[in-house]
């Protein structure tokens, strides 16, 4: 994402603004998401609805002012592969991933659209890398086990955050 914010602020400053705008309403969504996320094992629509259209607002006008309209075309393919492939996931094993991962993951692949195809899929294999060790830390220390139910939003916000940190992939 530095990658694209530098461009943009050689092109127009009203974009890199706008970008840097849309990252500061995901570290704020996703601090508020993980922290309840953590506590009661949902993710309210109250916070994650109204996030779609701020988001694709802000990183849609950064893109098209900055001329950039193909990032815009990915932000929103981001935005469906991600939502669809956490629908698939719910679809064939409920018990695994609640709803609100599913609407979660259409909104950060907003983000990891407009940064790329290639950090959409380092964003989702991070998510698991990260709840999948968390969840080896859990039952080594015998604090779960197999069966253990983990809020898996934060490992989400997590591995979107390491995904956007990478410099381009492509």
Known sequence: MTDILATYLAESRVSAVLAVLALLGFLVVGARLSIIDVRSHLLPNRIIFPAYPSAGLLLGLAGLLAGD?????????????LWLAYFLLRVLYPAGMGFGDVKLAGLLGLYLGFVGWSHLLWGTIAAFGLGALWGVVLIASRRG???????FGPFMIAGTALAMGLPSLG
């Open 69 to 81: 309209g193909a990032r815009v075309l990915t932000m929103i393919g981001g935005a469906v592969v």
């Open 145 to 151: 086990t197999l069966t253990s139910a983990m809020p």
